[in-house]
């Protein structure tokens, strides 16, 4: 294990069968209608890469980067897309990917974009969901899973200052790394 990480939460197994069951579901849940599946980039990448391998339907992909700003407590006007999609979604299912559900800012400023352009339906699947979290609205993970504590965690995509995002697992952080 990386020396910074404190406590290893799920292994390479457990996050494979976890993924794979997952897109099981998806599949199941999407037939005859298959969705287009926007990775929200860069936490999603790995997650994104394997969830799409365990869904057996010929589905779109596509990648938006969004930036929120401001604290926990302001909410979701302050999210910026520095990268938007190139698909026109008018009429389509689609499946958003982000790596963890946490106030929800992100995810709820997306989700109202992707309606607001004519999605016939917008989905989440989120590889982790910190439970405990303050939401800034009611929404929640469709598909996930994962949940967390309120703990930082990295690694399987999840990052702290851009490392660990290549970690084949997922684990806490160590608070000496971050807390200075
Ligand atoms: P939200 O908009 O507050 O839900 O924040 C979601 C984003 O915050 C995620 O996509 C992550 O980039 C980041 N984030 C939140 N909690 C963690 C964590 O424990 N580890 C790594 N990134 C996190
Ligand atoms: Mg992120």
Redo the contacts with the bound molecule.
């Keep these: 294990m990386h020396s910074d990480v404190e406590r290893l939460l799920f292994t390479e197994e457990e996050i494979k069968n976890a993924v794979e069951k997952l897109g099981e579901r998806i599949t199941g849940d999407y037939a005859g209608e298959p969705p287009i599946v926007i990775g929200?980039l860069k936490?999603?990448f790995i997650f994104m890469s394997d969830l799409v391998r365990s869904i057996k339907l010929d589905c779109d992909l596509d990648f938006m980067i969004a930036k929120?700003y401001g604290n926990?407590a302001v909410s979701s006007g302050t999210?910026n897309i520095v990268k938007d999609i190139d698909a026109d979604i008018t009429g389509r299912h689609v499946l958003i990917v982000?790596?963890?559900?946490?106030?929800?800012?992100?995810?709820?400023a997306v989700r109202a974009i992707l309606l607001h352009r004519s999605a016939r339906s917008v989905k989440i699947a989120a590889l982790?969901d910190?439970v405990t979290?303050e939401r800034?609205s009611d929404l929640k993970a469709d598909y996930k899973c994962f949940d967390?504590g309120n703990?930082?965690?990295?690694g399987y995509g999840?990052?702290?200052a851009e490392k660990y995002r290549n970690l084949r697992y997922i684990g806490v952080?160590k608070r000496e790394v971050y807390e200075h």
Excluded: C, M, N, P
């Design positions: 929200i936490g999603s929120s926990a999210v982000e790596d963890i559900l946490d106030t929800g800012r992100t995810l709820d982790l910190k979290a800034v967390v703990e930082f965690v990295v999840l990052d702290y952080l």
